[in-house]
Nanobody, 127 residues
Framework: QVQLVESGGGLVQPGGSLRLSCSAS????????IGWFRQAPGKEREGISC????????YYADSVKGRFTISINDAKNTVWLQMNRLKPEDTAVYYC????????????????????WGQGTQVTVSS
């Protein structure tokens, strides 16, 4: 069972930056995709970025492409989401999720059936 813990949320002004961390444990293989999702009040959960734990390949939703960067440490147990040029519409609870995939070479996507989740961290972008 994979355990995930997010941190790094907070209040930031428009145009500012935050870095979220997802601390992960319990992996039994490298073949996992770890993703970042967000949910704003009254809206559906949105998958915004993910990274393949085995080869580091990444995916970004159009809404964050060019502003957010996902990365993973060498030990492959921490995933960061660097968020730059934040906008008020980025305000949401941010979650990391993980899903085991069948093997190497599969593309990272937020459309997998993620089955491990963290508790979430609030990001508020406001002046």
């Amino acid at each position: 069972q994979v355990q995930l813990v997010e941190s790094g949320g907070g209040l930031v002004q428009p145009g500012g930056s935050l870095r979220l961390s997802c601390s992960a444990s319990g992996f039994d293989t490298n073949y996992y995709v770890i993703g970042w999702f967000r949910q704003a009040p009254g809206k559906e959960r949105e998958g915004i970025s993910c990274i393949n734990r085995s080869d580091g390949s990444t995916y970004y939703a159009d809404s964050v492409k060019g502003r957010f960067t996902i990365s993973i440490n060498d030990a492959k147990n921490t995933v960061w989401l660097q968020m730059n040029r934040l906008k008020p519409e980025d305000t949401a609870v941010y979650y990391c999720g993980a899903v085991r995939v069948l093997g190497p070479g599969l593309p990272p996507t937020v459309d997998y059936n993620y089955d491990s989740w963290g508790q979430g961290t609030q990001v508020t972008v406001s002046s």
